[in-house]
């Protein structure tokens, strides 16, 4: 029997909901990987709820539970994927356990990938403060693979998306800047897509004979508010990408200078795979809202009592609650993705 593929998940907590290590912990155990998790905050709902309770953890914390993990040698991970980490001196403590934990794992032999999400704001907000962003500047380099939002790319690399043209100058400016060698730009709209129908997924692979490829997927833009998505993707990312990038490791096939064609590229099949399990998620998310809207409007009909005005912190919550993520609902699609859109290489 082969030994157990072991992560570590370093991001938030939520007890209701699936946002941080909740939107990754199942997903990941469905494809057979033993996960720690080493939580960040504790919270009892996410925060899109506009009012929850719970304690952010301090960079002390972090560092406490890794040593307890390292006292007793449970430390022998494949992958660490990070998320949402709140303040400067956590995320650098974060670092400081990932470096030290890939050092560790060197000794004996075994590689440690590093999936990075730098996790700092979205929809032209940021909600990390402002002395985050050097410190995940300083971390970037040290990654694996990195997977921004539209406004983190943008933040990083200091390029507007007005055209697809501006995510590829965006793409070259963040390998320039930092040297990552895998990123994944996880969603983008550019501002001529005047119908807003589809969004961009857009990634940049370093070659083992140093040349760059950058590709695409255009996605089907579904209109609904989702939490958890970034969250989801990372960890999919976690589990796509190390399988694609041992097999090509392995691989005893030297046709070609990287032993694989451009089409098999760990990070371009990871990102076809991922992105079609998220599409399903989200479809099967967006049913349910839907289910449940129709719901409540003939309830309200039949009743005669009005449901709460959109806006107000009653209706949130509860349109909050019904719109989390149907993870459990999608496992099937979650083991064995149904990839429908492919990769293209001519982004601009």
Same mark, same amino acid.
């Given at each position: 029997?082969?030994?157990?593929?072991?992560?570590?998940?370093?991001?938030?907590?939520?007890?209701?909901?699936?946002?941080?290590?909740?939107?990754?912990?199942?997903?990941?155990?469905?494809?057979? @990987?033993?996960?720690?998790?080493?939580?960040?905050?504790?919270?009892?709902?996410?925060?899109?709820?506009?009012? @929850?309770?719970?304690?952010?953890?301090?960079?002390?914390?972090?560092?406490?539970?890794?040593?307890?993990?390292?006292?007793?040698?449970?430390?022998?991970?494949?992958?660490?994927?990070?998320?949402?980490?709140?303040?400067?001196?956590?995320?650098?403590?974060?670092?400081?356990?990932?470096?030290?934990?890939?050092?560790?794992?060197?000794?004996?032999?075994?590689?440690?990938? @590093?999936?990075?999400?730098?996790?700092?704001?979205?929809?032209?907000?940021?909600?990390?403060?402002?002395?985050?962003?050097?410190?995940?500047?300083?971390?970037?380099?040290?990654?694996?693979?990195?997977?921004?939002?539209?406004?983190?790319?943008?933040?990083?690399?200091?390029?507007?998306?007005?055209?697809?043209?501006?995510?590829?100058?965006?793409?070259?400016?963040?390998?320039?800047?930092?040297?990552?060698?895998?990123?994944?730009?996880?969603?983008?709209?550019?501002?001529?897509?005047?119908?807003?129908?589809?969004?961009?997924?857009?990634?940049?692979?370093?070659?083992?004979?140093?040349?760059?490829?950058?590709?695409?997927?255009?996605?089907?833009?579904?209109?609904?508010?989702?939490?958890?998505?970034?969250?989801?993707?990372?960890?999919?990312?976690?589990?796509?990408? @190390?399988?694609?990038?041992?097999?090509?490791?392995?691989?005893?096939?030297?046709?070609?200078?990287?032993?694989?064609?451009?089409?098999?590229?760990?990070?371009?099949?990871?990102?076809?795979?991922?992105?079609?399990?998220?599409?399903?998620?989200?479809?099967?998310?967006?049913?349910?809202?839907?289910?449940?809207?129709?719901?409540?409007?003939?309830?309200?009909?039949?009743?005669?009592?009005?449901?709460?005005?959109?806006?107000?912190?009653?209706?949130?919550?509860?349109?909050?609650?019904?719109?989390?993520?149907?993870?459990?609902?999608?496992?099937?699609?979650?083991?064995?993705?149904?990839?429908?859109?492919?990769?293209?290489?001519?982004?601009?």
């Amino acid at each position: 029997m082969a030994d157990a593929k072991r992560i570590l998940a370093v991001s938030s907590h939520v007890v209701h909901g699936y946002v941080g290590n909740r939107a990754s912990t199942l997903p990941l155990q469905l494809l057979q @990987w033993d996960v720690d998790v080493l939580n960040t905050v504790s919270f009892s709902n996410h925060t899109g709820y506009t009012q @929850w309770r719970g304690d952010r953890h301090s960079a002390q914390h972090i560092r406490d539970i890794y040593t307890g993990l390292k006292m007793n040698t449970l430390t022998d991970y494949d992958v660490v994927v990070t998320g949402y980490i709140p303040g400067a001196e956590a995320v650098r403590e974060v670092g400081a356990v990932v470096q030290e934990l890939r050092r560790d794992n060197a000794e004996l032999g075994r590689e440690v990938l @590093w999936i990075l999400d730098p996790v700092m704001g979205d929809e032209h907000k940021l909600y990390v403060a402002p002395d985050v962003i050097p410190v995940y500047e300083s971390l970037l380099p040290l990654a694996t693979v990195i997977t921004p939002n539209q406004f983190e790319a943008e933040l990083l690399s200091g390029i507007q998306f007005h055209t697809a043209a501006d995510i590829t100058k965006a793409l070259g400016i963040l390998y320039d800047k930092f040297g990552t060698p895998n990123i994944v730009i996880s969603s983008a709209v550019t501002g001529d897509n005047v119908k807003k129908d589809e969004f961009i997924c857009a990634g940049q692979t370093l070659r083992k004979d140093g040349s760059l490829v950058r590709f695409y997927l255009r996605l089907p833009f579904i209109n609904a508010y989702f939490t958890g998505t970034g969250d989801l993707f990372a960890s999919l990312m976690s589990d796509r990408f @190390w399988t694609y990038y041992t097999a090509a490791k392995n691989n005893n096939n030297n046709n070609t200078a990287d032993g694989y064609n451009d089409a098999e590229l760990p990070l371009v099949r990871a990102v076809e795979d991922v992105s079609a399990i998220v599409q399903a998620v989200l479809r099967n998310t967006a049913d349910e809202v839907h289910k449940y809207n129709v719901r409540e409007d003939k309830k309200a009909a039949e009743t005669g009592i009005a449901r709460p005005e959109p806006g107000t912190k009653e209706r949130r919550i509860r349109d909050m609650k019904f719109g989390e993520l149907r993870l459990i609902q999608s496992q099937d699609k979650i083991r064995v993705p149904d990839v429908v859109v492919k990769a293209r290489f001519d982004l601009a």
